[in-house]
């Protein structure tokens, strides 16, 4: 999928941002084309992802209003542990698998993980591994949120607040 200068895009790792443009880096003695996005809510303020490997890296558009009104979903939903089946499993297999939902770039999962894990920080406190992830994946929604509605990320921040409750 060709992306445009301006538009709105999700990388699976470092969350919502803009094409800010598209250049051309010569490296090893190959040029490459590289979208180069502003990443907002990430560490680094840009990132840069080759044209040529946009889609095996997951590179997408921002979710439809459709998948954003099922993220909603599930943060108001009730029951709230979605992976019931790891609780009994060890910490570490447990954090891979949730990590690994988060990575996958598919907001549906991020959203379950973290309302799994929002769930669990009001029964008792989360590591520090944990607090982590929840808060990467609250990240990720609160970006997904702000860029498919167009609303300031304060905004997303309270619906998602109002939506956990």
Do not use: C, W
């Not at 929002?118 to 989360?126: A, C, F, G, Q, V």
């Amino acid at each position: 999928m060709a992306f445009r200068v301006g538009e709105k895009v999700v990388h699976p790792a470092h969350g919502v941002g803009v094409v800010r443009e598209i250049t051309i880096q010569r490296v090893l003695g190959h040029e490459t084309q590289y979208y180069v996005i502003e990443t907002p809510l990430n560490e680094l303020d840009r990132v840069m992802v080759p044209v040529a490997n946009a889609d095996t890296l997951g590179l997408r558009k921002v979710a439809s209003e459709e998948i954003i009104d099922q993220m909603l979903k599930i943060l108001r939903d009730r029951h709230g542990n979605y992976f019931e089946i790891l609780e009994d499993e060890s910490f570490h297999r447990r954090h891979k698998e949730y990590l690994d939902k988060v990575q996958s770039g598919n907001i549906l999962e991020v959203a379950k993980v973290y309302k799994t894990l929002y769930e669990r920080s009001r029964e008792r406190d989360l590591g520090l591994k944990e607090k982590f992830l929840m808060e990467r994946a609250e990240k990720m929604i609160m970006g997904e949120l702000s860029y498919a509605r167009n609303i300031s990320f304060e905004k997303a921040q309270e619906v998602i607040e109002n939506g956990r409750a």
